[in-house]
């Protein structure tokens, strides 16, 4: 999408930029800029079709999604609206946890979030009659079954698994202090799924203080390999419910969602038991990517924008329902048009505002221009631009 690291022509200085503040994106000190924390909308909402019942991860590549139900793995090329049914498509690939027989005479159930890695899906797969387990598939039109590998030590529990770039894989059990991680032997995938336990990472709150994590959802990890997102939840088992940024070299809690309110940027609202118990929300699987500027029948799409997608179900008595919520870690700016709210098609017409709207480990991206005044930098931002030179000062 073109983006570049920008070209300082004059120097950044003088002048107090204020309005950002930590508190109002519920952040700790960001050590990277991914965060991905700015509340974009859904798309679908509310949303009742044939692979919404049950939903339970997200993931892709550089052209597809790949979505679990319970027993269900989907492909689905990303030009395909996700705002109907999927099934019928000609060109959705879908395959039932069933019809895998070393999966099947295991008894095993449940397929959990997924993640997806140098053209492999990886599937947490659990409720069998043995240890939880992580299969793998072709990401392809065949989405042909690889193999599994136990998570060793894990128990019977996985309800996600993710990979970084390196290959490496995180999972955990349901309810949680650390989390665990594991390396696969990627040159033998083929004729052996292999998982060694590598290391546990305890958890810790923004204080300090231990923290637990109860019904785990979903989880991916930042480009940088630096920073874990994690989804959590259900009613019953609520215990910090919602969604966590974990810096994985130090266990550290750096963001959590929120419900809402004026200071809410990280929202991801929903409501575990409502009352009656006809409705019951819960958090599903993530995955990043940026799709900003994502382009659908020759026009960039409106619908789905940001960097972070987070599945959220309505676990209705007759079906479920899904959305799918999105967040940025960017925000646009454009000193040649109207002013808008930051985002690529309605960027901010001034610096200024865009500065003051930014927070702890965004990302400014501005088209080539000049940028009037003098700024100073008070939080942890990253400057880029999307084409040329951007010239900020008198």
């Not at 039109?141 to 990979?163: H, I, N, P, R, S």
């Not at 650390?178 to 290391?199: G, H, P």
Request: glycine share 12%; proline share 3%.
């Amino acid at each position: 999408m073109g983006t570049r690291c920008m070209t300082l022509i004059a120097v950044i200085a003088v002048g107090c930029i204020a309005g950002v503040t930590v508190d109002r994106a519920q952040t700790g000190a960001f050590p990277t800029h991914e965060a991905y924390v700015s509340y974009l909308g859904n798309f679908p909402r509310d949303k009742e079709a044939d692979w919404t019942d049950n939903i339970q991860g997200i993931g892709h590549d550089e052209g597809n999604w790949y979505m679990t139900q319970r027993r269900l793995l989907y492909r689905v090329p990303v030009g395909q609206s996700l705002n109907g049914n999927l099934k019928d498509k000609p060109n959705v690939q879908w395959l039932h946890l069933h019809d895998i027989p070393d999966l099947a005479a295991l008894g095993y159930d449940h397929f959990g979030d997924i993640s997806v890695y140098r053209g492999y899906v990886l599937a947490a797969v659990d409720q069998g009659n043995e240890d939880a387990v992580m299969a793998v598939f072709r990401a392809d039109t065949t989405l042909a079954y690889v193999g599994k590998g136990v998570f060793e030590g894990q128990g019977k529990q996985a309800g996600w698994v993710a990979a970084d770039g390196d290959g490496f894989v995180y999972s955990s059990s349901n309810h949680i202090t650390a989390l665990r991680k594991y390396r696969v032997n990627w040159a033998q995938i083929e004729s052996a799924v292999q998982l060694e336990f590598v290391q546990e990472i305890p958890l810790w709150d923004e204080a300090g203080a231990s923290l637990r994590l109860e019904s785990m959802q979903g989880g991916g990890v930042s480009p940088s390999n630096r920073l874990i997102y994690l989804t959590n939840g259900t009613c019953g088992n609520s215990l910090n419910a919602g969604v966590h940024v974990v810096d994985l070299h130090t266990g550290r809690r750096v963001a959590r969602s929120c419900q809402g309110g004026e200071n809410c940027l990280f929202r991801y609202e929903f409501d575990l038991c409502h009352p009656g118990g006809a409705s019951n929300h819960e958090p599903e699987g993530l995955t990043i990517w940026d799709l900003d500027g994502l382009v659908l029948d020759g026009q960039v799409a409106d619908e789905i924008e940001g960097q972070l997608h987070i599945l959220l179900l309505n676990n209705d008595i007759d079906q479920s329902n899904v959305w799918i919520k999105h967040y940025s870690g960017k925000v646009y700016v454009n000193d040649d048009g109207p002013q808008g709210n930051g985002r690529l098609k309605t960027p901010f017409n001034n610096l200024a505002d865009a500065l003051d709207f930014a927070w702890d480990g965004s990302t400014l991206v501005l088209e080539n221009g000049t940028y009037p005044g003098s700024f100073r930098l008070d939080t942890h931002i990253r400057l880029e631009t999307r084409t040329g030179v951007a010239r900020i000062g008198e």
